[in-house]
């Protein structure tokens, strides 16, 4: 996090900078209220970086405190199977009114679309099972991001990536949920490969995850987001 000012205005000034990774490069003479905003940017983005290093440091933590809530799951009766899942997710969607059924709605979409392509019953219950838990990772993600109402800074869009691989680690201690790992671990991955954890594009990225990656996204833009409230 460096801050140059100087009087040459040359543009390979600029560009030696950026190489260089420069936060931000003032031409003289220095204007003191440019000066205050640059200092103000810089300090928001060094407290950022360090709740993200925070964030990492104590995630394990998090999540073998999630994982010692879900033990028992493994020996719930098949009848409650179910009501815990719903119970699980409504756990993450509390947090946030403007997501509140969401997962439900995208289980609901996936078992549809699955059931269009003429998927067997045994493979829709798995993706409809699936769509329930596909956000349980953001049990870990800060509710000043989960329920930020603007645009989320890159050090915030990084943290809130991380509840892909939490819902995975999670979900690896439970053994009744092994079958529908691989589909919440790709369900924020794209055709084109810009997607995350894994950059998987195309064929890469397993068929049920690319049903629920539709269903997601229709979810996404067929209902309130706190962020669209935003002007």
């Known amino acids: ?37 640059v200092l103000y940017t810089m300090v928001l983005k060094i407290s950022q970086e360090k709740e993200l290093d925070l964030y990492h440091e104590n995630l394990e933590i998090v999540i073998q405190e999630k994982i010692k809530a879900y033990e028992s799951l493994e020996h719930a009766r098949a009848e409650d199977y179910e009501k815990v899942l719903l119970a699980l997710v409504q756990m993450i969607e509390q ?51 989960l329920l930020k109402p603007d645009r989320l800074s890159n050090i915030e869009y990084k943290l809130i990536k ?49 049903i629920m990656i539709v269903a997601d996204a229709f979810d996404a833009m067929t209902t309130s987001r706190i962020y669209r409230h935003k002007k």
Do not use: W
């Open 95 to 145: 947090r946030d009114s403007y997501t509140a059924g969401h997962s439900q709605r995208v289980a609901h979409y996936s078992k549809m679309l699955a059931e269009d392509l003429g998927h067997d019953e045994a493979t829709c219950n798995q993706i409809y099972q699936a769509g329930i838990l596909h956000d349980i990772g953001k049990i870990a993600t800060p509710d000043a991001i």
């Open 162 to 210: 991380e509840h892909v691989k939490v819902g995975m680690k999670i979900l690896q201690e439970v053994p009744m949920f092994q079958n529908i790992i691989t589909i919440i671990g790709s369900h924020h991955e794209r055709c084109d490969g810009g997607g995350y954890p894994q950059g998987l594009k195309g064929n890469e990225i397993p068929l049920l995850a690319r």
């Open 1 to 37: 996090n460096i801050i140059i000012t100087s009087a040459y205005t040359e543009s390979e000034f600029f560009i030696d900078s950026i190489k260089l990774g420069v936060g931000s490069y003032i031409i003289k003479p220095i204007n003191y209220d440019q000066m205050v905003e």
